[in-house]
């Protein structure tokens, strides 16, 4: 997530939050209504919260004024006021539901959406030399080259530029126009639209913005060595992601010297640069 963009607008499996929920409710059978049309059998539910559709019919079910909260106690969603404190009835969902706070939190509810994706779809040109497995998606004008290895569940966007001998695996989804190079792997991540990733790079559990180009061997730490969860820094402080890896997030336009490593947990604000053989050790905001 970058600063210049609202929640609703950062893409999820390259689709605008904000339209990958309103679509999965309205599949769901549900019926969406401005604010001033709600009644008391309105669901009230907040963008930055992912809700199983299983727990929304539950709270659905409830004749009376109720909150669903998480096992964590934070609300969910809610119907029969505007308030969800106000609400006498109270269900609690053990069902995989989150708030979304920080931006790690973009990557659960993405390897929650990838996970869900069940049929291979190809409209690129995949070299029969490059290796395919699991559920992967190609879209329009997208070049597979020759080498490269695709390991589902994979999300890849219109004319992209793929390998040869890249490795894309992992809960991975790559926006429209994007270049991923030769020697370069991508895991576990969110690449936005109009971003290259030269040759040899490493790209672990992160999210990258647009128009972004990471230089040749620019590398993405993800995991640490004592195999504890990976504190970021937000607002000044230590909040720990609950995350045994992830590594970086990365904002629009930036740019990085050859050989660039970012420790993991970093983040590097919009058009921000480092110079050949940068080490990333704090935040570049």
């Avoid at 339209?19 to 963008?47: C, H, K, N, W, Y």
């Avoid at 291979?120 to 992967?136: E, F, P, R, Y």
Wanted: glycine content about 12%; proline content about 5%.
């Amino acid at each position: 997530m970058t600063a210049n963009r609202q929640l609703g607008d950062c893409p999820i499996a390259n689709v605008p939050l904000r339209e990958l929920i309103t679509t999965d409710l309205i599949r769901s059978g549900f019926q969406l209504v401005q604010p001033s049309e709600a009644t008391e059998r309105t669901i009230r539910m907040p963008i930055d919260n992912w809700i199983e559709i299983g727990a929304l019919l539950l709270l659905g079910r409830v004749a009376k004024p109720a909150c669903l909260y998480d096992s964590e106690g934070n609300p969910l969603a809610w119907k029969g006021d505007e308030d969800p404190a106000k609400c006498p009835e109270r269900l609690v969902t053990d069902a995989n539901c989150f708030t979304i706070r920080y931006p790690w939190d973009l990557l659960r509810m993405h390897e929650e959406v990838l996970a869900m994706m069940d049929e291979t779809v190809n409209h690129g040109d995949i070299s029969k030399l490059a290796t395919i497995s699991g559920t992967v998606r190609v879209g329009n004008g997208s070049k597979i080259l020759p080498g490269t290895v695709i390991e589902g569940p994979v999300l890849i966007g219109p004319n992209c530029h793929i390998g040869p001998n890249a490795y894309i695996r992992g809960a991975t989804s790559i926006g429209a126009n994007c270049y991923v190079g030769n020697g370069a792997e991508v895991k576990n991540s969110i690449l936005y639209n109009n971003s290259y990733i030269s040759r040899q790079c490493y790209v672990g559990d992160s999210i990258i913005g647009t128009h972004v180009t990471l230089g040749a061997g620019t590398c993405t730490e993800n995991h640490r060595h004592d195999g504890r969860h990976h504190v970021s820094t937000i607002q000044g402080k230590a909040v720990n992601t609950g995350r045994v890896k992830f590594g970086a997030i990365i904002g629009d336009g930036v740019k990085t010297g050859v050989n660039t490593s970012i420790e993991a947990g970093i983040k590097i604000g919009i058009a921000r640069t480092t110079k050949p053989g940068s080490y990333v050790g704090k935040d570049l905001l």
